[in-house]
Structures are given as C-alpha cells and as structure tokens.
C-alpha cells in the first residue's frame, strides 16, 4: 500500500510540503493547532503568498472541486498518529526574544503531542532548522514516549526552499539531505523522494548531526557571500568602484559563482539572520565558538548596510529628516513574497520615520504584514501614490514592478528628483536622463 504522509504544522514550510506531497501522490495529512489555519486551508485557500501554492492546494485538497482529494487537514493529534507511515515536522523555530538562540518549544511539543499517540511502526522526520544535537535528543524523548518504542524512529531531513520558488524547490530540489540511524528509515525516505531523486536531485545519507548542520552550514555560507559583497560596496563607495561590474567580474569564475553577490542593503526574513545567530550560540555551547566568530562579522556587516542606508538619505535631504517626504518602494524582505519578518527595508523605513521623516512606503504583495509590523507609518496603494510630492525615492526591496517604472512619469509627481537605489536593479541611465539625482550603493554617484 502507498505511504500515508502526516505534515505536522502548516505555516510557510508545512504547507508548502503538504501539498508538494499530494503533488507526488501520496495521501496526505496536514496538522496545525490552530484551528483558523485547518479551515483556512481545507477551504483551498493559503494564508500566505507564495507564487503558484493555493493553485496546488486547490489540485488536491478533499473537498475542492475537480481535485484529486488526496489532502486534507486537521488539528487531532490521535488522527494524526493514527494515520500516517511518515510523519513530517515543519515548525518554525523562531529566535528567541532577546537572545541569538532559537526556540525549539514548538518541535518539542510536536514531538511531545504526537508521540503518545504512535502505536505502530512509524518513521517521524524533522524539517525545522534547529541546533545541532537536536535529533539526537528528540530521538531518545520519541522512544520514551511512543507506545511503539523503538519501532518509533526519528530521521532529519533539512528543507533548503527559497520564499518565492518553494513549490520547485520542494518538488525539484538540488539535493535531498537525510539523517538516518536505520536501513528502514533510509528506505521509506526514498520511497517518499523516489520522483526527485529519479529526476536526478543528488540523494545525500548521513547522521543526524550532519544533516543538521548541512542547513545552518548553507545558510552561513550564503549570508556570508553577501556581507562578503557588501563589505566590497563600501570598499567601492570609498575608493570609487563600481560593485555592480566587480560582482559581474567575479561572478565569471566558476569557483565563485554569479548568485548571492548582489549589492544592497542586506539580507533579512525569517531564516537567513536567525539561523547564523542560532548558530553562533550553539557553536559556543559546544565550546567551538572560535570556529564562528567570523559569523558576528557576517551579521554586522549585514545590519550596517540599513544604518548607510538611512545615513545617505538623510544625507540627500539635507543632513535631518524633519518635514522631508520619505517614499519607500518595497516593504517586503525580497521579491515576490508578503513576508516582512526582519525585513530590511521596513528597518530602514521604521528608522527613517522614528527620525522624523515623514514616510510612505508601496509594496505589491507586503502591505498588509507591513500594515500590522509598524502601523504608524504611512502607505500609500501604487508606486505613483507614494511617490506624490517625495523629497526622496528609496527603492529597498527589487520587485519587478519597481524596474519597470518610468522615472518619466514619477519625476512628475514628487517634489524632488532624487532616488537611492537600495537594491541595485534600477537603471542609473534611465532615470539620470529622465533627470533624476541617482545613487546606489557601493556605485559612483555619477
Ligand atoms: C533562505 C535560503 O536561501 C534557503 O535555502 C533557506 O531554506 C531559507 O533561507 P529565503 O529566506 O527565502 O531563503 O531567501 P533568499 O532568497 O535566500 O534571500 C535572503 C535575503 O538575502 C533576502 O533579504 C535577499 O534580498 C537577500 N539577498 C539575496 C541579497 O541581499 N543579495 C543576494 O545576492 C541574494
């Protein structure tokens, strides 16, 4: 018989992963303990934007017209337990209040409310990104708790998608991680992967603490790349480079590589920041942290491009924000999503405004978390509108929308023709011939 697949919470990861999996074919059940969620997704809609998800939610989930059925949702644990061969664990890990550490109360807890409830064989896979040595303690507690026993196994599975791309990062992935103590948990996860891996993404075992490591490990490596180029955009502001054409130069060597060497004012969201934080804390739990001071570079290099960021605007207006009209375009943490978590621009944004400048941000898909983060700043419902009788323009998050204004038409509307590109994707000679005063960061100012 074909494996019946649990998702244990659905926010971003779990949802996406649900669906994915009734994609593959299997039978899916989708938990979360809030009861709202259940219902939101059970009627085929996605709380969250993510390009292309509520269309494959809506392909199969029971009780949708025309779909396969073969995806329902619930917030019962017993049903749950009952149910499924191959429990997935998608819960967030979000740092903790105050401190670089992350909370893991939500994965012990689902490990704690699902195991009592696992009488026959079943395989419990973690996605969430968590410490180092987590696997191995939630293996021990899994054991303990589940009437099965040992026939309760633990296996870790790291989920590497992108915000924007989850659906083809989840389906067609670049590599599948397992950590696995057993033949038979190694098994099923092929058995679950089996149309990934026959597509040709490498399928890669090892023990639990690699397979943890191997995500906070990529996401250092990847925040690291853009400090790294970051730090360049300072060294070209104050020796008159270009960090555009440099990025391109390197990017030709194949041992670097073009992707993660743009520019800007830095990475934000809900994983890159918190994970080389988490990290960090971990590493100096376990007496290494020697190993990853360079990482506290990363992350200072990283919250400096916000502070240049609003330094050179104030500069543009005139050295003090009070009475300038501030438009910002992009609230969200990158394109193509409504995620506002850690975001750089509405950092920059919230700055600006608790200097007394007056702003007004657009965003095409973050208005509303926007809205709900930092209520008392201003918005306004199109570019256009938020540009109307601006002192200056910040473009701070590189929607597509955003390169395809014409400078033309919004140098009529604001009040002075002065833009900083905070993302690098506009066109200098586009808008300097539509007479803007144009800068971007780590580029020469004419
Ligand atoms: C990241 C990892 O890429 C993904 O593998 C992991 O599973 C979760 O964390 P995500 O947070 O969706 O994914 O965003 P990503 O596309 O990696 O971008 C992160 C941040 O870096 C964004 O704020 C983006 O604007 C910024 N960034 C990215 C840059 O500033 N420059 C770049 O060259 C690339």
């Known amino acids: 018989m074909a494996l019946r697949i649990t998702v244990i919470g659905t926010g971003y990861l779990g949802a996406t992963h649900a669906a994915a999996m009734a994609e593959l074919g299997f039978e899916v059940l989708g938990l979360d303990v809030v009861a709202e969620k259940v219902e939101t997704l059970s009627a085929g809609r996605v709380p969250f934007y993510e390009p292309g998800l509520e269309e494959l939610l809506r392909r199969h989930v029971a009780g949708v017209a025309g779909s396969t059925g073969r995806l329902r949702f619930t917030t019962s644990w017993e049903e749950v337990g009952t149910f499924g061969d191959v429990h997935f664990v998608c819960v967030n890990t979000p740092q903790k209040q105050g401190e670089y550490a992350c909370d893991m109360s939500y994965v012990d807890r689902a490990v704690d409310s699902l195991a009592p409830h696992l009488t026959r064989p079943a395989l419990v896979v973690g996605k969430s990104t968590v410490p180092v040595g987590s696997a191995e303690r939630l293996a021990r507690r899994l054991t303990e708790l589940a009437p099965a026993g040992e026939a309760a196994?633990?296996?870790?599975?790291?989920?590497?998608?992108?915000?924007?791309?989850?659906?083809?990062?989840?389906?067609?992935?670049?590599?599948?991680?397992?950590?696995?103590?057993?033949?038979?948990?190694?098994?099923?996860?092929?058995?679950?992967?089996?149309?990934?891996?026959?597509?040709?993404?490498?399928?890669?075992?090892?023990?639990?603490?690699?397979?943890?490591?191997?995500?906070?490990?990529?996401?250092?490596?990847?925040?690291?790349?853009?400090?790294?180029?970051?730090?360049?955009?300072?060294?070209?502001?104050?020796a008159g480079g270009d960090v555009v054409k440099l990025a391109e130069a390197l990017g030709h060597d194949d041992r670097i590589g073009r992707k993660f060497l743009r520019?800007?004012?830095?990475?934000?969201?809900?994983?890159?920041?918190?994970?080389?934080?988490?990290?960090?804390?971990?590493?100096?739990?376990?007496?290494?942290?020697?190993?990853?001071?360079?990482?506290?570079?990363?992350?200072?290099?990283?919250?400096?491009?916000?502070?240049?960021?609003?330094?050179?605007?104030?500069?543009?207006?005139?050295?003090?924000?009070?009475?300038?009209?501030?438009?910002?375009?992009?609230?969200?943490?990158?394109?193509?999503?409504?995620?506002?978590?850690?975001?750089?621009?509405?950092?920059?944004?919230?700055?600006?405004?608790?200097?007394?400048?007056?702003?007004?941000?657009?965003?095409?898909?973050?208005?509303?978390?926007?809205?709900?983060?930092?209520?008392?700043?201003?918005?306004?419902?199109?570019?256009?509108?938020?540009?109307?009788?601006?002192?200056?323009?910040?473009?701070?998050?590189?929607?597509?929308?955003?390169?395809?204004?014409?400078?033309?038409?919004?140098?009529?509307a604001v009040a002075r023709r002065r833009v900083l590109d905070g993302r690098n994707t506009l066109d200098p000679v586009l808008w300097r011939k539509a007479g803007w005063s144009f800068r971007a960061l780590g580029r020469p100012t004419a």
């Open 153 to 238: 196994e633990l296996a870790w599975n790291p989920e590497f998608l992108r915000e924007g791309f989850a659906i083809e990062d989840t389906l067609r992935p670049d590599r599948i991680v397992v950590g696995v103590r057993s033949e038979r948990a190694e098994e099923l996860l092929r058995e679950v992967y089996a149309k990934p891996i026959a597509e040709g993404s490498p399928f890669v075992v090892t023990d639990f603490p690699t397979a943890e490591l191997v995500k906070t490990a990529a996401n250092s490596f990847l925040a690291t790349k853009i400090s790294f180029i970051n730090a360049m955009a300072e060294v070209c502001e104050t």
């Open 263 to 412: 520019a800007g004012i830095g990475f934000g969201g809900g994983c890159l920041p918190k994970d080389i934080r988490a990290f960090m804390a971990r590493a100096g739990e376990l007496g290494a942290d020697q190993a990853l001071t360079f990482l506290r570079e990363v992350d200072s290099i990283n919250m400096r491009r916000r502070s240049h960021m609003v330094d050179l605007a104030r500069e543009t207006v005139g050295g003090a924000f009070l009475g300038q009209r501030v438009a910002v375009l992009g609230a969200t943490f990158k394109p193509d999503s409504d995620d506002v978590r850690d975001s750089p621009a509405l950092n920059v944004a919230g700055q600006i405004h608790l200097q007394g400048g007056q702003v007004t941000v657009y965003d095409p898909k973050g208005m509303e978390n926007a809205r709900r983060v930092f209520p008392t700043l201003g918005y306004a419902e199109s570019a256009l509108d938020a540009v109307r009788g601006a002192d200056v323009v910040l473009h701070l998050t590189e929607w597509r929308e955003f390169r395809e204004l014409d400078p033309q038409v919004l140098g009529e």
